[in-house]
Each structure stands twice: as structure tokens, then as C-alpha cells.
């Protein structure tokens, strides 16, 4: 017969294993709130869920079962049942004119949830079970809802990379797959003297010259419409940025793409390779992990890279002096930088 810490032992790992499987169940809660436009309808106020449901066209009842889930999360706030209001701690990320706001990232989220709901599949075929970057590029409201998800990642994590990254003395940047151009414009505000070329393919790009608008930007950007895959740049830059790119690319065409980029460095200039990382044993940490099985599911050749690969990668490419730089431990990005002399 078990002992009692036996026991005890053994509910502790059915409770981990459970909270595992059961993730789902609250990500799928916020998404469909999120979806369906309830934070923003409420806005900073409150509503009823009669309000709510005549705005949404749906049924009161059976909108308050999924407010009723909000509340139990703690993702909406009610006293009576009757009334719902958005938690002020979290307004800042799930209202849409906030400039914190997360709501595209999480939707973004969905799309890999649906993907990794196959991931057994993709695993055993070795081949993709989603065609993202058909999805991302197939429509206008795809594109931007994706390129926006890009910006609200990096908006945060952009004010830290200013801190590490020093562009003093650097007069041009050119970022490859800038996405939103996020990072850029953080730097660009810090460092006046920055002017911005800005490469990715021409529908991005569109939703970058929004984004640009809620920055202090002393220059001019140029942007480049290109599709990195067959486009050549031309031009010298003091410094280049690839960000969170590599991943989707793969092994193969990231270390082209870096012999591409050497001769656009001017001597004297550098290449910075923002990622997240995976540990040299790839057992870590846990959302470079992750990033690598999204990969699998999603591109057909893209997985995550560890900072002792790429170093190698941008040695080959002629790159010298690379230097790894961590940031904070609540930032999952890091960045290696090395140099043309």
C-alpha cells in the first residue's frame, strides 16, 4: 500500500501533466473574446451582457457563458453576472489605443495553436501541416494582422534593444525582413543622426509606414519592396539589422543570405543578428523551444538556431570580432554582432 507522500507525489505530477493539457482551455476563452471584439466594446467602462450581446448579435444567454469563462480567468471583472468590465491591469495590453496593446500577438497565437493542433503529424511527415507565409502574404487584413502581431512583440522588447545595441557613429541602417520596422524606429529615435532603409516585401511594408507614424523619427525612411528570397539590395550600410528572420528561413538560406548582406556592410561597419536563442544542446530555454516546433509546423525549412551556430555562420560569411550580447532575463531575445574590418 502507497504511503501518504507516495500519494501526494503522485497527485502533484497528475496536476502538472492536467495544467499542461488543459492550457488550452484558457487560451481558447481569451481568443474568442478578443475575436469577438468584447474588450474593445467595453473600453475603459463597463457593460451588460445584454448590451454586449445586442452589439454582437448574439444571444444574451449564451454570451454570458463565455463572459461568465472571462471572469473565472480573471481576463474580465463582475460582481453580479450582469455587468462586465475589463481588469484596469489589463487594459493596457488588450485595448486596442493602447500602445502596449497585445491583442494582434494573441491572435497571432491562435494561428500556431491551430497549427500545433498537428504537430504529431508534422513530426512524423517532416513537413509543414500550415502554409504561413501564404497565409500572412494571401490577403491585405492577414498581412497587416500579422505584420501588426510583429509590432506588438517587438514594441516592448524594442525600448530594451536601445540600451545594448550602440549605434553611435552609425549613419546608416538597413533592416532586412524588417517586418513592422519596430526595432528600427526605436533606434532611430534614440540616435537622430540614423537614417532608415527598411527591406521587406511592398504589402509590410504598408502597414511599417503606419507604425513609423507613432515614432519621433528625425529622418526620412526609405523603403525597399523586396522579397529577400530573390531581390537583390543595393547600397552600403554602417550597420545591418536581421531580427527574428532566421528561424523561418533555415539553416541552408540564412547562411546565404549572410554572404549576400557582407558586401552591403561598409568596412568598418556591422551585422547584428537579433534571435531567440536556443541553448548549444537545444534542451532550452523554454520559448526558443517552442519557436522551433512552430517552425516545423508552419515553413519548410525554417527551425531555431543556437548563438554558436550562427557565430559560425557569420565567420563563414567574412563577418570578424563576433560578439554575443544577452538582454534581460524577461526578454527572450538576444543578438550577435560582428564586424567588417
Given at each position: 500500500?502507497?504511503?501518504?507522500?507516495?500519494q501526494?507525489?503522485?497527485?502533484?505530477d497528475?496536476?502538472?501533466?492536467?495544467?499542461?493539457?488543459?492550457?488550452f482551455?484558457?487560451s481558447s476563452?481569451?481568443?474568442?473574446?478578443?475575436?469577438a471584439?468584447?474588450?474593445?466594446?467595453?473600453?475603459?467602462?463597463?457593460?451588460?451582457?445584454t448590451?454586449?450581446a445586442?452589439?454582437?448579435?448574439?444571444?444574451?444567454?449564451?454570451?454570458?457563458?463565455?463572459?461568465?469563462?472571462?471572469?473565472?480567468?480573471?481576463?474580465?471583472e463582475?460582481?453580479?453576472?450582469?455587468?462586465?468590465r475589463?481588469?484596469?491591469?489589463?487594459?493596457?495590453?488588450?485595448?486596442?489605443?493602447?500602445t502596449?496593446?497585445?491583442?494582434?500577438?494573441?491572435?497571432?497565437?491562435?494561428?500556431?495553436?491551430?497549427?500545433?493542433?498537428?504537430?504529431d503529424e508534422?513530426?512524423?511527415?517532416?513537413?509543414?501541416?500550415?502554409?504561413?507565409?501564404?497565409?500572412?502574404?494571401?490577403?491585405?487584413?492577414?498581412?497587416?494582422?500579422?505584420?501588426?502581431?510583429?509590432?506588438?512583440?517587438?514594441?516592448?522588447?524594442?525600448?530594451?534593444?536601445?540600451?545594448?545595441?550602440?549605434?553611435?557613429?552609425?549613419?546608416?541602417?538597413?533592416?532586412?525582413?524588417?517586418?513592422?520596422?519596430?526595432?528600427?524606429?526605436?533606434?532611430?529615435e534614440?540616435?537622430?543622426d540614423?537614417?532608415?532603409?527598411?527591406?521587406?516585401?511592398?504589402?509590410v511594408?504598408?502597414?511599417?509606414?503606419?507604425v513609423?507614424?507613432s515614432?519621433?523619427?528625425?529622418?526620412?525612411?526609405?523603403?525597399?519592396?523586396?522579397?529577400?528570397?530573390?531581390?537583390?539590395?543595393?547600397?552600403?550600410?554602417?550597420?545591418?539589422?536581421?531580427?527574428?528572420?532566421?528561424?523561418?528561413?533555415?539553416?541552408?538560406?540564412?547562411r546565404?543570405?549572410?554572404?549576400?548582406?557582407?558586401p552591403?556592410?561598409?568596412?568598418?561597419?556591422?551585422?547584428?543578428?537579433?534571435?531567440?536563442?536556443?541553448?548549444?544542446?537545444?534542451?532550452g530555454?523554454?520559448?526558443?523551444?517552442?519557436?522551433?516546433?512552430?517552425?516545423?509546423?508552419?515553413?519548410e525549412?525554417?527551425?531555431?538556431?543556437?548563438?554558436?551556430?550562427?557565430?559560425?555562420?557569420?565567420?563563414?560569411?567574412?563577418?570578424?570580432?563576433?560578439?554575443?550580447?544577452?538582454?534581460?532575463?524577461?526578454?527572450?531575445?538576444?543578438?550577435?554582432?560582428?564586424?567588417?574590418?
Open positions: 500500500m502507497e504511503d501518504s507522500s507516495t501526494d507525489s503522485l497527485v502533484l497528475q496536476l502538472q501533466v492536467l495544467s499542461l493539457a488543459e492550457g482551455f484558457q476563452v481569451l481568443f474568442a473574446l478578443l475575436r471584439g468584447v474588450f474593445e466594446i467595453i473600453g475603459e467602462g463597463a457593460a451588460s451582457s448590451e454586449l445586442e452589439r454582437l448579435g448574439a444571444r444574451p444567454e449564451t454570451l454570458a457563458r463565455l463572459l461568465n469563462a472571462g471572469v473565472a480567468l480573471k481576463t474580465l463582475s460582481e453580479d453576472g450582469l455587468l462586465f475589463t481588469p484596469e491591469s489589463l487594459r493596457s495590453v488588450l485595448l486596442p489605443n493602447s502596449s496593446y497585445l491583442g494582434d500577438w494573441l491572435l497571432n497565437l491562435e494561428y500556431f495553436r491551430d497549427a500545433f493542433a498537428h504537430l508534422a513530426v512524423l511527415t517532416s513537413s509543414p501541416v500550415a502554409a504561413f507565409l501564404e497565409d500572412a502574404q494571401g490577403e491585405q487584413k492577414r498581412t497587416r494582422q500579422f505584420t501588426l502581431a510583429m509590432h506588438n512583440y517587438a514594441v516592448l522588447r524594442g525600448r530594451e534593444l536601445v540600451h545594448f545595441l550602440d549605434t553611435t557613429g552609425c549613419h546608416t541602417l538597413l533592416d532586412v525582413g524588417a517586418g513592422p520596422g519596430t526595432y528600427s524606429f526605436h533606434l532611430a534614440a540616435n537622430p540614423l537614417q532608415l532603409y527598411l527591406a521587406d516585401v511592398p504589402e511594408l504598408e502597414v511599417a509606414r503606419d513609423a507614424t515614432f519621433r523619427i528625425s529622418k526620412p525612411v526609405t523603403y525597399l519592396g523586396v522579397d529577400l528570397r530573390v531581390d537583390d539590395i543595393e547600397g552600403a550600410f554602417d550597420i545591418i539589422l536581421v531580427s527574428n528572420t532566421f528561424h523561418m528561413l533555415g539553416e541552408a538560406e540564412s546565404r543570405l549572410l554572404s549576400r548582406l557582407y552591403l556592410v561598409s568596412h568598418g561597419g556591422s551585422l547584428v543578428v537579433q534571435a531567440q536563442y536556443l541553448n548549444d544542446n537545444r534542451l530555454p523554454r520559448w526558443p523551444v517552442l519557436l522551433d516546433l512552430i517552425q516545423l509546423c508552419i515553413t525549412s525554417g527551425r531555431n538556431h543556437t548563438v554558436g551556430e550562427t557565430k559560425l555562420w557569420l565567420e563563414e560569411a567574412g563577418f570578424t570580432d563576433v560578439e554575443y550580447c544577452p538582454m534581460t532575463l524577461v526578454n527572450t531575445n538576444s543578438f550577435l554582432r560582428g564586424w567588417k574590418r
